[in-house]
């Protein structure tokens, strides 16, 4: 069976020695940005794609709209990725794609955070009939299938890279608002908000003084995962030909290799490095989302059955007033 | 993604002598050969299509395929055979000198696929019908049968039709190839009333009665047809005993069935994809198509009025990089000039050509008075030079890199093009307007099928084919006077002379800029042989001849 | 009673916002202003007779208040008119549809759960080893990727040994029951072997969190100091708790694989719910259109709420919102 080293009292979780219990939740999200393997990964990455997205103007090799030689022609010295079907360098598309992509995921997922991280806090503070309302909206919202709706809207709205974020955007609030919603919730009890509401404190300050500063890191969370759902949804979109034509996405790269028979062309360069990239960029914004997470649940610090013994040292007290 | 639309709803057809250039198609003999019956009996043929067949209906046809099919189940007068007309359920026909009068002799002894008697009686009937309902349930057919005065049956095998003004045999058998011929005894009941029945009767296995060289048995909404030898046909019999036709969505899934031998014959594949094609052991038939892309200007009411300019026109046709179009979008096609393209034979008039010239113009436009602003966008009227283009978003992806490639040639002479891209319906009602005014827009790019009869292709510029399908919206008096002339043109050298004279008026007027004229690419497994050849493939709209003589080796 | 309280309360709440739902759509496809969506008689081809019919029995020519009514009786009478494609009900088409995705969603999500479950165990157990890496690297890996290019990748690797399009060989005539299904079976294989690979990721890290969880539990220390051997305190507690959102995420993520599957369903030609969706847009289908999309929502509705109830039934300490 599964062998197991020393039942010793094991802390697993790779973080400073004896931290803080009053650390502040944005201090803590540094320190696990910083130590977790993952998320540091995850975060790099992400910086890195970002940097490329921004030069790609001024690092790509060739222009967007360069015909740089005859279709189909296979990865050179001067063209790392070969030319796709229309001729086109296939790096330098992928830098430009990934500008496209990864605005449509930010710009989304900023509209769907803003507008989830508010009503969420708004619903989970207030509670009573405000929660009650917002909670049966976010009930239908959460219900509508994503991808058909959107399918619909870019018909009949028309789709452009605006629209496609504005559709995605708000859509997708709905996830963070119910995420948000709860903690917010569970921060309403706390003591040290109590002991402000005692003093007279008004709504705004404790929003914006005392829970917004402990909502931050699941906002950012759950920011992150939304940013590839976002990235996902725009790839699913122009796959169904619903993308917006003027622009060269991931997916509009990824769309072209089907419609033009790329794989029976036997042009894998073509068709590989865009879904490549996107995988990529949803890892990352996955290691990255997801750690931080981690970092907010304390339990996951401590398994008692770990195969490895990772460092002993006496278990943290339990703070009370932390359930997650 | 999406269908390839292709304009083809009316089929005109086809012509007289096709040169033999770039026809690779395996031999096929004379008009009538059927399956030499070598072979396995029990063949089943599996066809793969990149179009969805629609609705056996015939008043409901819209894809190509469905044209394909329904002439594969439905005989008619005459049929085309390596693009001359042919026998079909008519043997024989003649008109009087003046082309008023058309008689057609039919083959005896026909009948149904049901064993009822196919006689001319069956033939008033559906011209009737189509006439009775042309604006209505059979508008499908109404051009097929414009200026019909009378239709008539002296006995069961003559037909005699009569029109009101002269008619040259290409008009005449161009139509009467594409108007199935129903049976009287199922669909009579229909045509009563409104004829709103014509077009909801399902018309469906396994009550399908047709008297063509195939029946379909099973229909599975729009992805799979099968198709068995109808026993009654009155040609001869077709070589394969079965016919599959199943729809794939994208080239490499109908490409990779080739390979796997799920599917025997692939047609109508993307041009870009011969070369892999031949690379990979199948036996590939390209033949030179009747399709062609061209970019439409709105001649009746542009959103700029600059459009209405022939020197614009003339110099935006100088900056298209056709050849570049052609290598990079749709290898093996030839570049564009007339709007008759040169499968049409002798009714193409090869002195109309097309250039490109940069330098040329850059000059004609500044000619116009559009100087050239500081982005590098000329200035027309006190606007920049950008305009819109009304995209068919079922054209699929070669065209968007033909758009591509059109826009860095616009921008080279200072005038700037985006592309809007919308569904094939929309783009109808965006093209033609509200009750066909035709406003709001000023470039429009689509692919048009007019089939083999040059009229088709003339028409598209014509008055009465404003609101389907000119998208240019022109309505001249010169060019109505040409056309009303060649329609009643019953000498072939003088119709010819009309024709190549249209053509040349139309290169001076540009209404649209043809681009280029497609290559039909066809593939198949080596085990099968008598694919017959046909513009449009040996799955036609036009001819059974050159689908019923394949055959397994 | 709390447990009755509970579930009346979330029924009710179920019910409401299917209401919602029929509304919005109505809303969606009938109220907004422009003939070619919200004219259900517009079929296009048809003779006028179908179009005074349709006009006639949907109420088109009355206010929209009368609409919805005529609408919400419809609904009520299972009647969604008729589709402009093939002219048949829409709910008949829908049926057929939802019947075809059902069985291959339903593979992709067993074998996903499976893989989910095998790989969450192992990424947990190991924890901080080279395995738990090989186990969660791959299933993100695999969550990452766009489904419709790992569809294609996928046919291009097997399309050799399985068949990669529709749902039956149309060429297999009058097969036997089981002939048949064995058929379906071998076509359904690749698309739910690519719908499962996407999906598998979020069971592998929802198990491996809550059996982590689970594991830090004090009884789990006092468990282990009683000495119960480890494979026992994993079958018999950090399993079982695991099990919970496990669960609940299943029934979560039905609503929303039906829906998403239609990427899936496009690549690899299966006849589903997803692929008639993006037909019906393609083709301007705005019966079948309007029809899916109630489906699919009010399908999500119910999932939701079965998640709701299994959860409240396998931990009772949850009380109703």
Known sequence: ?324 | MGRAMIWSKRRGLAVAALTTLALTAAGCSSSGAGGSGSGSSNAVLKVGVLQQFVNPNPFNLLNVIDYDIAQLDYPALVQYSHSQPAPDLAKSWSSTANGEVWTFHLVPGAKWSDGKPLTSADVVFSFKTDIKYASGPAAIDSPNVAGITSVTAPNPTTVVITYSSPRPAGVVLGWADITPILPEQVWAKYATGNGAALKTFPNKPPNFVGGGPYIPVEWNGTNFLLMKRNPYYYGPKPGAAEVGIQYYTTPDGIIQALKDHQIDYANSLPQSTTALLQKSGLVVNTYPSVNSISLFFNMKDPLHKEMLNPLLRRAMDLAMDRSQMISVAYPGSQPGASVVPPADGAWWNSSVTSTYNVAEANKLLDQAGYKMGSNGVRIADGHPMSYQVIFDSGLGGAADRLFQILQRNLSAIGISVSQESMDSASFSSKVFGTNNNYAGWDLALEQLAPSGDPSQALDIDSCSYVGSFNFSGMCNKTFEAMNTAQLQAVNVSTRQNIIHQMQAYLNTELPQLVLEYNTTVDAHLSNWTGFGPDPFGSLSPESKDSFTGIHEQ | MRRADYVVKRVGAAILTTYVAVTVNFIIFRALPGTAVTNMSHVPDSGLGLQRALAREFGLNHSLLTQYGLYLWQLLHLNLGVSFDNQQPVVSNLATDLLNSIPMVTLATVFSVLLGIATGVIAAWRRDTALEHVSVVPALGFYATPVQWLGMIIIILFSSYLPTTGRTDPYLINPTFIQHWADVMEHMLLPSLTLGLVLYGQYTLIVRSAMLETMGEDYVLTAKAIGYSNGRIVRRFAFRNAMLPVVSVIALSLGFIVGGAILVETVFNWPGIGYAVYQAVLERDYPMLQGAFLLLTVSVIVCNLLADLVYFKLDPRISAR
């Open chain 1, 1 to 324: 069976m599964i062998p197991v080293e020393q039942p010793a009292l094991v802390e697993t979780f790779d973080e400073d020695p004896a931290p803080a219990v009053s650390a502040s939740p944005a201090r803590q999200l540094w320190r696990t940005v910083r130590h977790s393997p993952s998320a540091s990964i995850g975060a790099g990455l992400l910086l890195v794609l970002i940097l490329v997205a921004i030069l790609a103007p001024v690092i790509a090799p060739f222009g967007p709209n360069t015909q740089a030689g005859a279709p189909f022609t296979p990865p050179s010295a001067r063209h790392l990725l070969g030319l796709d079907d229309g001729g086109y360098d296939v790096l330098s598309l992928l830098m430009y794609g990934l500008r496209v992509s990864l605005l449509v995921g930010f710009a989304a997922t900023l509209i769907s955070s803003l507008v989830g991280t508010v009503v969420g806090i708004v619903a989970g503070y207030f509670g009573g009939f405000v929660d009650g309302l917002f909670m049966r909206v976010t009930d239908y919202f959460l219900v509508i299938p994503l991808l058909p709706f959107m399918i619909v809207v870019a018909d009949v709205w028309g789709a452009n890279l605006l629209h496609i974020i504005v559709v995605i955007g708000a859509l997708s609030w709905t996830m963070t608002a119910v995420v948000i919603r709860a903690q917010a919730r569970t921060i309403r009890e706390r003591t040290f908000v109590r002991r402000a509401q005692a003093m007279g404190a008004g709504h705004t300050r404790i929003i914006a003084r005392h829970l917004l500063p402990q909502v931050m890191p699941l906002v950012v969370a759950n920011t992150v995962l939304n940013i590839s759902y976002a990235i996902f949804t725009e790839t699913a979109l122009a796959f169904l030909g619903l993308g917006d034509p003027t622009q060269i996405s991931l997916g509009t790269m990824i769309e072209h290799a089907f419609l033009r028979a790329d794989i029976s062309e036997g042009a894998w360069w073509a068709v590989i490095p865009p879904g490549a990239l996107v995988a990529i960029i949803v890892i990352a914004c996955s290691l990255l989302g997801r750690a931080i997470e981690d970092s907010l649940n304390p339990r996951l610090r401590t398994a008692h059955l770990s195969a490895r013994v990772f460092r002993v040292r006496p278990t943290r007290p339990r703070n009370p007033g932390r359930t997650g």
